[in-house]
């Protein structure tokens, strides 16, 4: 039960932005909200997270709504090599040891 | 900066045969260790984690067994494959890579193995 849920496939064109969504209705308020990426034949990677406020990196934005039941990972400008699978993960709090539950994640298709 | 190796990269093996991985860490003490595996065009499974040497925490019962003989070295076995443990299997090491109190997991390059 990856207890989150996000749209199977989404397409964007090139230099476009790029706004991925994901439900988490039943989230604890002491549930972080991670994203992770999978490059094709790659393992996942981090690309950022938030518990209540909106977050900036250098890879991504993620804005977590009022009542945190769901999120947006914002890519500003996709591009070739932002095609993957992006996973939407709730973790219990921030300490060592909480496994990452990984559901079927979105695949974002970039064209050119 | 923490890297993770995973042997083989690839690996095909007739069914019933034994089976071992091997994942090792550089750049880290005593993390946390888990393995991963991802059946072709599905998501990611957990496995096993491990918090310390000897420590093992099995997610799902199977046909497969994790090993932490070191601290930095994580091992996955089998004693007989089977058809469906097919798969992409994947190390991960957490840690805080970012000096902020993030506690984030960083996964290996990954063993893709092929059961016939």
């Known amino acids: 039960d990856a207890k989150t849920t996000q749209p199977n496939s989404m397409e964007s064109n090139e230099e476009e932005p790029v706004h991925l969504p994901c439900n988490h209705s039943t989230i604890s308020g002491t549930d972080y909200i991670h994203w992770y990426r999978q490059l094709p034949s790659q393992g996942p990677e981090y690309v950022i997270h938030g518990l209540t406020s909106n977050v900036n990196n250098r890879m991504a934005s993620l804005a977590i709504a009022e009542d945190r039941k769901s999120s947006t990972l914002i890519l500003h400008r996709a591009t070739l090599r932002d095609a993957a699978v992006y996973y939407c993960?709730?973790?219990?709090?921030?300490?060592?040891?909480?496994?990452?539950?990984f559901g079927g994640g979105t695949r974002l298709m970039v064209k050119p | 900066s923490q890297t993770i190796h995973q042997w083989p990269a690839t690996l095909v093996q007739p069914v019933g045969s034994p089976l071992s991985l091997e994942c090792t860490v550089e750049g880290t003490s005593n993390p946390n260790l888990y393995w991963y595996r991802q059946a072709a065009g599905r998501g990611l499974q957990l496995l096993f984690y491990?918090?310390?040497?000897?420590?093992i925490s099995s997610e799902v019962p199977q046909n497969l067994s994790a090993s932490r003989p070191q601290d930095r070295q994580f091992i996955l076995s089998s004693k007989k494959l089977l058809l469906s443990d097919s798969g992409f299997y994947l190390c991960?090491?957490?840690?805080?890579?970012?000096?902020?109190?993030?506690?984030?997991?960083?996964f290996g390059p990954g063993t893709r193995l092929l059961v016939l």
């Open positions: 993960i709730r973790k219990p709090n921030n300490n060592a040891g909480n496994m990452l539950t």
């Open positions: 991960a090491l957490e840690g805080d890579w970012w000096d902020s109190g993030i506690q984030t997991q960083y």
């Open positions: 491990s918090v310390g040497i000897g420590q």
